[in-house]
């Protein structure tokens, strides 16, 4: 059976092949899906896409006024709409932070990325069982 690429579809026949996502990918096809350069070191991901470190954390520009604002304002006064912003997985309000972390494919704030039980902030490791973080000391 041939296992296809997840980002041209067709068969994988190289020697190796990427795991990028739970998806398997030719080499060539890891890129970027703003700018299309090819990511062979680290990605970011949104939405099941992925990105280089420089789009990801791009500003969203708005089509009227260009405005780059962390607001839920526009420049030309036009409201972000709930489906124009990225919700944070832990307390689900909106992430207006020029960072932000991808934590099991979920989107955070940085201080939102806590344990379960104890509640202290996972900064460095962080392990899960049930879609939801743990410590290590908690999570064993």
Do not use: Q
Not at 108 to 118: I, S
Request: charged share 25%; net charge neutral; glycine share 6%.
């Amino acid at each position: 059976m041939l296992i296809s690429c997840a980002g041209c579809e067709k068969p994988i026949l190289d020697k190796f092949l990427l795991n990028v996502l739970e998806r398997t990918w030719h080499a060539d096809c890891v890129r970027c899906y703003d700018c299309h350069h090819t990511l062979s070191d680290k990605c970011f991901s949104r939405e099941g896409k992925l990105f280089c470190r420089n789009d990801f954390f791009r500003p969203v520009f708005h089509r009227n006024c260009g405005s780059t604002e962390n607001s839920l304002w526009y420049g030309c006064g036009v409201g972000l709409s709930s489906s124009m912003l990225i919700s944070c997985a832990g307390c689900e309000k909106p992430i207006l932070d020029k960072f932000l972390l991808n934590v099991l494919e979920r989107t955070w704030h940085a201080d939102c990325v806590r344990c379960y039980d104890c509640h202290h902030t996972l900064s460095d490791k962080c392990f899960s069982r049930e879609g939801k973080l743990f410590c290590r000391n908690d999570f064993f």
